[in-house]
């Protein structure tokens, strides 16, 4: 291996090494990083932390991607294995609720309360949308095939709104399949951090999976989706 090779090598490894420390930050102290803590924790001076991180935001941002990539792997791969769009549907959103059950800290940090003086740069834009254009996709796709049937049309200045996202995203797709599947990601989204944040204490304490399953059929129906 070259030095430069074994360069790039222990600075990946410490890169991931700093991440790591900082996600179990996160389970204490919230978003609100220190870089200066997390060098302590590593035994390392915070000079050279700043190394690898130049700012605590750069850090959140690494930490942000990380997270909405790995949600979106979840929901992908899960989503793969199923025939129709409804499977695909269903199996994407409880593998996007099971990754954010096993790290209920890293879904607040994407999906909870903006964090105080931090500034989103667009390279979260595509991971952020993964899950998304996932569920997107399963709609065009439903859509084109002919298992969503037509609805009353978007009008006015909302409709107009999202007639570039169509262009950009779903070409050929009505405003309201649009407006549709983006509600019904936002229920999705609200169910599960309704879950993490404790919303559920003292009406749903068994079968969560199930309650979660059912408002889930729910967003598939405001979607346009059908058993």
């Given at each position: ?89 269903l199996a994407a959103g409880h593998a996007a609720r099971e990754w954010a059950v096993a790290n209920p800290h890293e ?113 598939a129906t405001l979607a346009g989706l059908t058993p």
């Open positions: 291996m070259s030095a430069a090779n074994l360069r790039a090598r222990v600075r990946a490894e410490m890169t991931e090494e700093i991440k790591s420390v900082a996600r179990r930050h996160l389970a204490t102290d919230g978003a609100n990083l220190s870089l200066r803590a997390v060098a302590r924790d590593l035994g390392m001076a915070s000079s050279a932390v700043y190394r690898y991180f130049a700012s605590r935001d750069d850090l959140l941002t690494a930490l942000i991607i990380d997270a909405y990539d790995a949600v979106g792997d979840a929901a992908e791969q899960a989503a793969a294995g199923a025939d129709s769009p409804l499977e695909r549907w879904w607040a940090l994407i999906y909870g309360s903006p964090v105080p003086g931090y500034a989103a740069p667009t390279d979260t834009v595509a991971p952020a949308t993964r899950v998304l254009l996932l569920l997107g996709r399963t709609i065009a796709e439903a859509y084109e095939s002919g298992v969503i049937v037509e609805r009353p049309p978007l009008t006015g200045r909302f409709a107009e709104e999202l007639e570039p996202i169509a262009a950009a995203y779903q070409p050929g797709m009505p405003p309201r399949v649009i407006a549709d599947t983006i509600a019904a990601f936002f229920q999705i989204c609200g169910a599960i951090s309704f879950e993490l944040f404790g919303q559920l204490k003292n009406s749903v304490e068994e079968d969560r999976k199930g309650f979660f399953d059912y408002q889930l059929r729910a967003a």
